[in-house]
């Protein structure tokens, strides 16, 4: 069975740093696309940045150039690391995936953006 786990939030200052790790298991991860998302209260869930079996990665406008998503193959992990956050970065971020058919979402990671 698929299982992604993620950490990595907190609460962090406008203009601080954040690195969330996913760690997944139960699939070849090397093969699989990865996804972060994250959900603000009373918003819906948005896709942040992916990141391809290949390492091609996309993202939102909304983050282009503060955060950067990676994979290490090796340790069936993937990142993103988010710089010069705003407050409205603030949401619950998750990781996800497709395998055999079916996505697959972690519990989510909270991250807080005081102004």
């Known amino acids: 069975q698929v299982q992604l786990v993620e950490s990595g939030g907190g609460l962090v200052q406008a203009g601080g740093s954040l690195r969330l790790s996913c760690a997944a298991s139960g699939m070849i991860f090397s093969l699989n696309a990865m996804g972060w998302y994250r959900q603000a209260p009373g918003k819906q869930r948005e896709l942040v940045a992916s990141i391809t079996p290949a390492g091609s990665t996309a993202y939102a406008d909304s983050v282009k150039g503060r955060f950067t998503i990676s994979r290490d193959n090796a340790k069936n992990t993937v990142y993103v690391q988010m710089n010069s956050l705003k407050p409205e970065d603030t949401a619950v971020y998750y990781c996800?995936?497709?395998?055999?058919?079916?996505?697959?979402w972690g519990q989510g990671t909270q991250v807080t953006v005081s102004s």
């Open positions: 996800a995936t497709n395998w055999g058919g079916r996505p697959y």
